[in-house]
């Protein structure tokens, strides 16, 4: 073990603690955010139960069908560009030759063992992979999504309309969820390639994503337009 922590310092640790902190905190932060103060992703779930209800006397819904069939096109690009890139990262981790070429060229003059590069790119695998495996979960909750919205009655006053039409929304809801669960280790898989360049290059880049998904989720003109009440606009 000492042999294998050879290499890192105190710094390259706490910026390792600050990727997954960064990490999961703004997971939990966009998941568990206030009525008050919602993130994008919760006010969306809102517009996804609207969605849902709407379907029901929505006639014919080859619209509704679509649009189900784009969400889970997105998550299918997703799942293998991850495949790709962790195909990558593996091909990396097997040619120690290059990951000194990498060092050579990303450092002036201190060269780390081998296997503190081959760590630093395990990370990137390790968030890559995380994300892959969230788009193939999301994919298969938009298929069961598509599944119980097709048994979902035509006719209105069947009792099982609008409860069947509630269960595809909050398995819609659970989809976006593992969705956006992938594109936020995607990012930071993305910030973990910083560390190449050192722990400080990590930390600032953590921080730096960190701030960007905070934007989006809180800050960003898209949620103010969701949160904006819906008036009615005529024709000028």
């Not at 973990?192 to 960190?210: D, K, Y």
């Not at 800050?219 to 904006?228: D, H, K, P």
Request: charged content about 15%; aromatic content about 10%.
């Amino acid at each position: 073990m000492p042999d294998m922590l050879a290499g890192f310092t105190v710094f390259d640790a706490a910026a390792f603690v600050l990727l997954i902190l960064g990490w999961q905190g703004i997971g939990w932060l966009i998941e568990h955010s206030s009525d008050a103060r919602p993130s994008t992703s919760k006010v969306m779930t809102r517009y996804r139960r609207d969605w849902l209800r709407q379907y029901v006397t929505r006639n014919p819904r080859i619209f509704d069908s679509s649009v189900l069939g784009s969400l889970r096109q997105g998550t299918t690009f997703f799942a293998s560009a991850c495949m790709i890139a962790i195909g990558g990262g593996l091909a990396l981790l097997g040619n120690t030759d290059r990951l000194v070429g990498v060092a050579e060229d990303l450092t002036t003059g201190q060269i780390a063992p081998d296997h503190v590069w081959e760590a630093k790119i395990l990370a990137v695998i390790v968030l890559v992979a995380s994300g892959f495996l969230a788009f193939v979960w999301s994919h298969r909750l938009f298929g069961y999504c598509a599944v119980v919205m097709a048994s979902v009655p035509n006719e209105i006053d069947d009792p099982a309309a609008y409860p069947r039409a509630a269960k595809a929304a909050e398995i819609n809801i659970n989809a976006a969820r593992s969705y956006n669960r992938g594109l936020r280790a995607v990012y930071f898989a993305m910030a973990a390639l910083a560390w190449l360049l050192g722990p400080v290059a990590l930390m600032v880049s953590v921080v730096v994503t960190f701030v960007i998904l905070w934007r989006r989720e809180f800050a960003s003109r898209s949620r103010a337009t969701l949160l904006a009440p819906d008036t009615h606009q005529g024709p000028r």
